[in-house]
Every structure is written in structure tokens, then in C-alpha cells.
């Protein structure tokens, strides 16, 4: 858990420094750190979903993932627990809309959000937190502390507030799958980790459309795909299924 609590500092500190400065940037300025950060994360979806050694592995995931998340609301959910952090701490925002068409909770609730899947979708966080878990090593979680640090401070500088309460999903989330990789050991395989990390990069590459303003897809919803992809490789290795014929 060492990792967690250090990429938990990061982010709160990032964001802090973000709030701090946000106020001295115009409101184009803003607009170009987002579209920035959507290019980035477009780049490293990209580069993550060309993980995969089959791209019917993450295309079911997705497809049987986003069925689950749907049912389960998951976009809905988060986006309500996001809005109830608002009115809890930051209440006394006024609710008319600022130049970005967004009242204060719909800002506060798209920062939460948007930092939540930036900073807890992607190889680093998996890797990172099953291996805190497993060996105790957070090297990997150190690594995504000095990333997360800096993308904190853009995203608090544009998106505002929120993004300092998504520490809570950090917490909730690699805290879970350090626990998770403590009790499974060293049950996933290359193969599963190179799916889940594919299967992560799509979905990044779906949330840098909302960055980029391109199109706003429920994103959140597609997270269930995370847990399919490595069910998907551990399925057919229980039945003798080759899923990579031309390996």
C-alpha cells in the first residue's frame, strides 16, 4: 500500500498546486491544457491497445463489458457520488453557468470523473498496484506518482476541485487490487496482463474523445471490460484453447 499512499500525495499535492494557479490562466488557456491531456491520452491508449495478441479479446471484453456496466450504471453511480461530494464540500459554489457552459457541480462532477479514469485506467495503476501488492515493490506506482503529479496540476487548473476529491477512487481503486494482488499471488500471466492493458488503452482512447470534445461516451461504463479481458485468457487456457494461433 506504500505506492497507493504516495500516488494518493501526488495527486492531492498536483491538485492543490493546480487550484492555486488555475485562477491565472484565460479560459483558452484552460481549454488548451484539456485538449492537450486528451492528445496525450489518446497517444497512450494508442499505444497500450497494441498490447493485445488478439483483438477479438478486447473487442469481447468491451462488448460483454460495457452490457455489465450499462446494467449496473456504473457512469450514473459515479457521476451521483461525484455530485454528493459536491454538495457536501463545495456547496457554496454558485449554480449559474461559467463561460464553459458548465454550472459549478456539473464542473466539479466532469473533474472528479475525468481524473478518476485518467488516473486509474492504465498498465501503470494494474502493474503498479498487483505488484505493491505481491512483493511489496512500488516502483512502478513511483513512476506513476511523478506522472499523475503533474497531470493532477493541469487538470485541477481547468477542470477545477473534483479533481482533488478523485484521490478517493486511488484509494479505493489500486488499494483494491494491491489487496487483490496480495491474495492472488502470481495468478496472472503475461497474457492476461497484456489483454487487461489493451483492453485499458481502448478505453483511454474513448476518454480522450471527451477530452478532445469530440464525443462523450459513457466511459465508465466500459470498466468492466478490465475484469473480462483476463477472464477471457484464463477461460480458454482452462479449456486448451490456443487464442494465438500466429505466435
Known sequence: MIGTIINVIAVAVGSLIGLLVGDKFSKQTQSSIVTGLGLVTLSVGMQNSFKTGNVLIPLFSIAIGVIIGEMLDIQGRLNGFGGWLQKKFASSQPEEKAADGMTARERFINGFVTASLVFCVGPLTVLGSLSDGMSGDY??????????????????????????FSI??????????????FLAGEIMTKDMTNELTA???????????????IKHPRVANYLPALLIAPLIVAAANALGINLYPNI
Not at 516502483?139 to 482533488?164: N, P, Q, R, W, Y
Open 139 to 164: 516502483e512502478l506506482l513511483t513512476i506513476k506518482s511523478a506522472l499523475d503529479f503533474f497531470a493532477a496540476m493541469a487538470f485541477a487548473a481547468s477542470l477545477g476541485v473534483g479533481v482533488f
Open 168 to 181: 478517493i477512487t486511488v484509494i479505493v481503486v489500486q488499494g483494491g487490487l494491491s489487496l487483490g494482488g
Open 199 to 213: 483492453t485499458g488503452g481502448m478505453i483511454l482512447m474513448g476518454l480522450s474523445l471527451i477530452l478532445l470534445d
